[in-house]
């Protein structure tokens, strides 16, 4: 049972549960260790230089990822186009959403509508999602973070083999 499930059953809902879950993390739970895929597609640690990242946490096979169905938006990460994926804190709108690598080197995604008002302009900015129409502020999991945003925001799972991003 996670964290969520056990506060759920105990009664907990809306901004109690959010407060709760805010003020269980430790300082360890905010950051994970991304993964360097070698040539030879051997894995270790970590790795980033100067805030350009050269790991991504969750990279998955080619096989893996081309048996994701239901596809919002697929990236080749090695066009020059998508170049503001390469850096940490870097988005960018792509079909409808945005699109980022995150603190942690993990590829998040998000509708670019906002739920408080239908407004198209959601970005990442300061490790949450924002809406630069008001001020609506979401967490990376969707949940809203000031009065703007208590609807929540869509957000969709991303993989990556490293080369191409898939949203889903």
């Known amino acids: 049972m996670?964290?969520?499930e056990f506060l759920k059953s105990a009664g907990f809902s809306g901004a109690a549960l959010m407060a709760l879950l805010t003020s269980c993390v430790r300082e360890?739970?905010?950051?994970?260790n991304a993964l360097t895929v070698a040539p030879d597609?051997?894995?270790t640690g970590t790795a980033t230089t100067a805030g350009t990242v050269t790991s991504?946490?969750?990279?998955?096979?080619?096989?893996?990822?081309n048996?994701?169905?239901?596809?919002?938006?697929?990236i080749d990460l090695t066009s020059a186009n998508y170049a503001k994926l390469k850096t940490v804190g870097g988005y960018m709108i792509v079909s409808n959403i945005v699109i980022a690598l995150s603190k942690s080197n993990?590829?998040?995604a998000a509708t670019v509508t906002c739920s408080h008002e239908p407004k198209k302009q959601m970005i990442y900015y300061n490790?949450?999602?924002?809406?630069?129409?008001?001020?609506?502020r979401f967490s990376l999991t969707g949940a809203g973070l000031n009065g703007n945003a208590?609807?929540?925001?869509k957000v969709y799972k991303v993989a990556t083999d490293g080369k191409t991003l898939v949203v889903y």
């Open 150 to 153: 208590r609807a929540g925001l």
């Open 67 to 74: 048996k994701i169905t239901s596809t919002k938006a697929k």
């Open 28 to 32: 360890d739970d905010k950051y994970v």
């Open 106 to 108: 993990t590829y998040i």
């Open 127 to 136: 490790n949450e999602w924002y809406c630069t129409a008001h001020g609506a």
């Open 2 to 4: 996670t964290r969520y």
């Open 41 to 43: 597609n051997t894995t």
């Open 56 to 65: 991504v946490l969750g990279i998955i096979t080619t096989e893996e990822l």
